[in-house]
């Protein structure tokens, strides 16, 4: 195995923005290390427009040539989606491999994919981006070298033509349409079951909160997008109906809306969920700032109106507990918790067993508890 790919971090921002762009960025270099690369630096251009050519401007560009060739840099990684057009010209200028954040993130689901499903759906969301790529930078979309955004579809060399994509795309659909099938009768008989489902940002917690609430041994990583596809198992609480539990894949900040489209089918279980649990990293900064992503993430699924608990997990890393009581007035459906010490973990999941029993009693009216 050869040495992981380094790298360098670039956007720009106007003085009004560099805040949030510097948050931004720190989440770019955390989506960089999950795809295996090693970010040697970061930068970020005041800059109210972006230049035409170039994105960045020209004299930015001299100095990302002279920093590359210092620091035999394989890759440029931009914090935003890039046109085919910018893609073309930073490549022929800085002769070296430029990634977007598109590209990026759906390189992590291309390495993080392990189901024939999931698969599917990474592949689909890549041929799909390739072809708003096609105009600007031309038939040829290869790759100064391998590696990071290359997995996927460009391991197998597809000669880039949009008749070929088509025809690439309308196969792959055709797969997961049968894939969906299957999946459509298992959710028909789950239909008649309590249905909850795990929602929230990337690697909040979702899957360390699922092994203690079913006992299962879900993989559970300290890295971004860890889980892509639904697993689903019945929770452990002291009544006498099977009452399922899903979790999901983690929502992001400007997560590609081709793997949205992609994983609709999978994503599906959320708006099916008779109530969700969405679980919130509060020792975050910004962990407002990824709820409202989760927010509008939900009610474009069509998933806004389901009834929702919040449970903010990693109490452990927050020094100040009386923190915990400015956040939330609706203290009914707010819990504090940390799945790695199991602090608050028993009196959350009593009060989710009260809240299951409500929602028995609204399913099915006769319903003995």
């Known amino acids: 195995m050869g040495r992981p790919e380094k790298v360098i971090l670039l956007t720009i921002s106007d003085n009004s923005s560099r805040q949030k762009t510097v948050k931004s960025l720190e989440e770019l270099e955390s989506l960089a290390r999950t795809a295996g690369c090693e970010v040697t630096g970061k930068f970020i251009q005041i800059k109210e427009n972006p230049d035409p050519a170039f994105y960045i401007g020209k004299g930015k560009v001299q100095e990302m040539k002279q920093i590359i060739k210092e620091k035999d840099i394989d890759a440029v990684i931009f914090d935003v989606p890039l046109s085919g057009r910018y893609h073309r010209n930073l490549e022929q200028e800085l002769n070296i491999k430029v990634i977007d954040r598109v590209e990026l993130i759906m390189d992590i689901f291309a390495q993080h994919a392990r189901t024939k499903a999931a698969k599917i759906q990474v592949e689909l969301a890549q041929l799909k981006y390739r072809l708003t790529q096609l ?6 979309l290869s790759r100064l070298g391998g590696g990071i955004g290359t997995r996927g579809p460009g391991e197998k060399k597809l000669e880039v033509d949009r008749r070929k994509i088509m025809n690439r795309i309308n196969a792959l659909n055709k797969e997961l349409k049968r894939i969906e099938i299957s999946k459509r009768v298992q959710r028909k008989r789950r ?15 979702k899957s360390s909160l699922m092994n203690l609430l079913t006992g299962s041994t879900c993989k559970v990583e300290n890295t971004l997008f860890s889980t892509l596809d639904t697993t689903t198992r019945r929770i452990k609480v002291p009544l006498n109906i099977p009452i399922l539990l899903t979790d ?29 649990i969405e679980v919130i990293d509060i020792s975050e900064e910004n962990f407002r700032e990824k709820m409202q992503v989760v927010e509008e993430t939900l009610i474009g699924l069509g998933a806004g109106a389901i009834p929702r608990i919040s449970v903010f997990n990693k109490t452990d890393l927050v020094l100040d507990t009386e923190y915990f009581s400015q956040l939330s007035e609706d203290s009914k459906n707010t819990f504090y918790i940390s799945c790695k010490t199991k602090e608050g973990f028993e009196n959350f999941k009593n009060m989710l067993v009260q809240k299951i029993k409500e929602l028995l009693k609204i399913k099915y009216f006769s319903f003995k508890i």
């Open 248 to 276: 999901t894949v983690g929502f992001i900040e400007n997560l590609p809306a081709e793997l949205v489209v992609s994983f609709r089918s999978t994503l599906s279980v959320v708006k099916e969920a008779d109530m969700l």
């Open 135 to 140: 105009k600007g930078r031309g038939r040829d």
């Open 191 to 205: 239909k008649q079951l309590i249905q909850i489902a795990l929602v929230g940002y990337t690697n909040a917690g």
